[in-house]
């Protein structure tokens, strides 16, 4: 097909079609597929998970602390054993939350998509860090030791503010809504539904 001035050919692209027909749809208040609402079971759980990865980030900068001490590996040792019971308890609130994915509206499921890898790379470095310092308990106070507890510090800083993040925001969208229906200010209908 040729269109415009001195024979100048277009192609007609047939992927604009189905927006065209979408925004049509949404103009003409054609109800499309419903989203899922907020779950109120991912809500609680991701404020369970940000209860844990505050102990474990906390647990983090005590043993990043250690390395400028002259504390011996044993007490390393005990901290990094509290960090790990925290990180699996963690790990059972971050397994919870993947469990229930599907029941959740598209923000919650995009926390947790953001939450599970953090937390893996945060349970493989400490892993990788546990074996070091099995292996070198009288170097807790050399480089690589010091390099693992300031990466794990870090990791632990960067999850428990994306789970902060996400529990914030779903606290302050619940009070949001229960404000919004307190003073009863619903949303209005668009022209022509009723």
């Not at 991701?46 to 102990?55: D, R």
Request: aromatic residues 6%.
């Amino acid at each position: 097909m040729k269109f415009g001035k001195g024979g100048r050919s277009m192609k007609i692209r047939l992927a604009a079609y189905p927006l065209l027909a979408m925004g049509a749809m949404l103009m003409m208040g054609v109800p499309m597929a419903a989203q899922n609402p907020d779950s109120a079971n991912i809500s609680t759980l991701l404020q369970h998970a940000k209860e844990h990865a505050v102990q474990a980030h906390a647990d983090a900068e005590k043993i990043e602390s250690f390395t400028r001490s002259t504390l011996s590996w044993r007490t390393h040792s005990d901290q990094i054993a509290r960090m790990r019971d925290n990180i699996n308890r963690l790990g059972k609130d971050v397994a919870a939350l993947s469990g229930a994915r599907a029941e959740g509206s598209p923000w919650q499921q995009d926390a947790i998509d953001h939450i599970d890898p953090l937390l893996q790379s945060m349970a493989d470095h400490l892993s990788a860090m546990i074996q070091h310092l099995n292996e070198n308990q009288n170097r807790v106070h050399m480089p690589p030791y010091v390099d693992y507890a300031r990466a794990n510090y870090q990791l632990s800083e960067k999850l428990l503010a994306t789970i902060r993040d996400y529990a914030d925001y779903a606290e302050a969208k619940s009070q949001t809504e229960s404000l919004e229906q307190k003073l009863e200010l619903a949303p209005k209908p668009a022209e022509g539904e009723e």
